[in-house]
């Protein structure tokens, strides 16, 4: 029982590390609780909740994964390297496939819900939202 308390408790100073040095961490957290509470308010129902909650967790844990991901390759690699850039940039794929993920079911439900909105909505958006995201980046460069 000690051990397993000990365990958690490394746990949750890997959780407190993570909130306390990523911007956007703390930004998807801010939106997991508007979520929950927006649903907890329109009293959805349970496989809604359970959608709502796989969509946060999702992209919670592979932000996570992602500042992992990014802390170890500064430690084994610190100086510039293509490959390094890649792996990272994969890291940071991942996060962006969440989130995409986790804006189709916002629409769906939230959508649905409150403005009558049809769930194909819900991929029109999805898929906009990606188009933007790569426009966006290369109108950048
Ligand atoms: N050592 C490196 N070699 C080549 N490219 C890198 C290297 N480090 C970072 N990059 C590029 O910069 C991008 C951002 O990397 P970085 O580690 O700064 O992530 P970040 O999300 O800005 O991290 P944080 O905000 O946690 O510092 C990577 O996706 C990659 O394209």
């Known amino acids: 029982m000690r051990k397993f ?3 958690l408790s490394f746990a949750i100073k890997g959780l407190f590390e ?3 040095t990523q911007r956007n961490f703390k930004i998807q957290t ?3 609780l508007g979520a929950f509470v927006l649903a907890f308010v329109l009293d959805l129902n349970e496989s809604q909740i359970l959608w709502i909650t796989l969509a946060i967790l999702m992209v919670l844990i592979l932000e996570t994964v992602n500042t992992l991901i990014e802390r170890m390759m500064d430690l084994i690699h610190p100086h ?3 490959i390094v850039g890649i792996i990272k940039d994969l890291g940071a794929a991942a996060v962006l496939i969440a989130a995409t993920f986790s804006i189709v079911v916002a629409i769906v439900i939230f959508g649905g ?3 009558n909105w049809p ?3 819900g991929i029109i958006v999805g898929i906009a939202f990606i188009v933007f995201i790569i426009f966006g980046s ?3 460069k």
């Open 80 to 82: 510039f390297s293509p």
């Open 30 to 32: 801010a939106f997991a």
């Open 138 to 140: 290369r109108l950048k």
């Open 5 to 7: 308390s000990k365990s």
């Open 119 to 121: 769930p194909k909505y």
């Open 18 to 20: 993570v909130f306390n």
């Open 113 to 115: 819900r409150i403005f």
